[in-house]
């Protein structure tokens, strides 16, 4: 009807009917809402002749009252804000008096919000353990813009990695891309569980069951132990590098001694695989080669026949004499398959990361 009068200039009812397909009432009922909208304007010498009044204009007057209740909703919701930021210091005060142990945070959302927050009050330095073969992507491209921020701050960041994360392309893009910042990281053929503590004051672990929350820990004394433990694992690891750097067999042999140790100890299956940070399913393999090699037909022989031959003494363990016994005795099939043969079964981890 506002194109129509804009063109015609003049109110015809007949031929504005026709060529609109409108009905009489319809053609006056749309006359008034524009009129009322201040679009049209009817002219007091001619009732018959409308003047379309400039849209933009009449936008600005009807949107000002819109946009003066959207600044007020701003400055409500900015209050809002100021308000429950002004109780932070209440509850920090509180945190300090009481020193609870603890605090569970129930979900994933949750506990990526609250280490966020960490690394950005964060000072001097991170410290976390991340067991598992293999990480998340998805949480290693979450994670590169909040570590990198933290290096370009001048925090010390080290981080420790089962052995099988040598093999593991993700991580080792990941590992390569952070160290070029200035972040350490090791590996070890077991670790103590997952961990992360920050300027050795606040420290997070996976929350009891399989659950995706985490527990938050602030009293002084556990932290303290959490990274004297984590200090002990980090001298007695070795720098990260990709497994054919150091020999994909020499690799093997650290992780296949691990094995040899918790069978012979009792271990089940699934709890060594949890240790060694593999698939249930390479764990499997990997005891079924050593098994053969010792020609064991149980895992209580295989501990029998291994602490005969000595392949469970420490000292031996420890000694050159021992490694070539180990490659020469036990060393599992998957060790001595081809190098690409090998890879495809260290590769088999479960994904295993709670960010």
């Not at 100021?82 to 932070?88: P, T, Y």
């Not at 998805?138 to 099988?164: F, K, N, Q």
Request: proline share 5%.
């Amino acid at each position: 009807m506002y194109r129509w009068l804009a063109r015609n200039g003049r109110m015809d009812a007949g031929l504005a009917a026709r060529e609109l397909g409108l009905q009489r009432d319809e053609l006056e009922a749309a006359v008034a809402s524009l009129t009322a909208l201040r679009l049209l304007r009817a002219d007091p010498e001619d009732p018959t002749r409308f003047r379309p009044v400039d849209p933009d204009l009449v936008a600005a007057v009807v949107t000002t009252s819109m946009e003066s209740a959207i600044h007020t909703q701003q400055r409500e919701l900015h209050g809002i804000r100021e308000r429950f930021a002004n109780l932070r210091d209440h509850y920090r005060d509180s945190l300090r008096q009481l020193r609870p142990a603890a605090e569970v945070i129930p979900g994933p959302g949750e506990v990526r919000a609250a280490l966020t927050l960490a690394s950005q009050e964060c000072t001097v330095e991170m410290l976390t353990c991340q067991p598992g073969g293999q990480r998340v992507p998805e949480v290693l491209r979450e994670a590169l813009p909040r570590d990198t921020a933290m290096l370009s701050r001048g925090i010390r960041i080290r981080t420790l990695y089962h052995h099988t994360a040598r093999f593991n392309g993700p991580s080792q893009a990941y590992v390569a891309t952070l160290s070029a910042h200035g972040a350490e990281y090791r590996t070890r053929h077991e670790l103590f569980g997952r961990f992360i503590a920050f300027d050795r004051n606040l420290a997070f672990i996976p929350e009891l069951g399989d659950t995706w929350g985490a527990v938050v820990i602030r009293e002084p004394s556990i932290v303290s132990y959490l990274c004297d433990v984590f200090e002990q694992e980090w001298t007695q690891a070795t720098p990260f590098s990709d497994a054919a750097a150091d020999g994909l067999e020499l690799v093997a042999k650290d992780i296949n001694r691990t094995i040899l140790r918790l069978m012979a100890a009792g271990v089940k299956d699934a709890t060594i695989a949890r240790r060694i940070g593999m698939s249930l399913r390479t764990a499997r393999k990997h005891v079924a080669d050593i098994m053969e090699m010792l020609g064991a037909e149980s895992r209580f022989q295989a501990g029998v026949l291994a602490a005969q031959q000595g392949l469970l003494a420490q000292k031996q363990l420890d000694s050159a004499s021992a490694d070539e016994g180990l490659s020469r005795k036990w060393v599992p099939l998957s060790a001595r398959a081809s190098e690409g043969e090998q890879r495809d079964v260290l590769l088999d981890a479960e994904p295993q990361d709670v960010g």
